[in-house]
């Protein structure tokens, strides 16, 4: 069994401030049934890492993870995304879906896509779960 480092109601609050400090729109009353689903899995995912210690959301609501399965284990901390993370994928082709996507988590977290590309995919998971929320 993995270790529960965070309780899961103190998880549910550092979500929940995450959402409320990031001014992140999620009212799943305005979501279809599968975005519904979607949202519900990631945030699950993200809570689940609070609760094993592994994501870290601070007072100002930033979320910094560190990978727990990747070579890599250094923290990355996710900024709040501006216009340079969505200008940052104009580099890219369309066809080049993921090669935009690991672009504008390194821009969103001052890294680079390699760091990205060279992460194992539970780590990967859970920082796409958070890129997605601040961009949906």
Avoid: H
Wanted: net charge negative; glycine share 2%.
């Amino acid at each position: 069994m993995k270790e529960c480092v965070v309780a899961l109601e103190v998880a549910e609050q550092d979500f929940e401030r995450f959402v409320e400090m990031m001014d992140l729109d999620l009212d799943t009353k305005e979501m279809t049934d599968d975005d519904e689903k979607a949202f519900n899995r990631q945030r699950n995912r993200l809570i689940k890492s609070i609760t094993n210690g592994s994501l870290v959301i601070d007072d100002e609501g930033i979320p910094t993870y560190t990978p727990r399965r990747s070579a890599n284990k250094d923290a990355i901390t996710f900024f709040e995304p501006d216009g340079s993370t969505l200008l940052s994928t104009d580099r890219k082709t369309s066809n080049q879906r993921v090669g935009m996507l690991y672009v504008s988590m390194a821009e969103m977290t001052k890294t680079t896509p390699a760091r990205f590309s060279k992460m194992k995919a539970p780590d990967l998971k859970v920082c796409t779960a958070i890129y997605t929320l601040f961009l949906d």
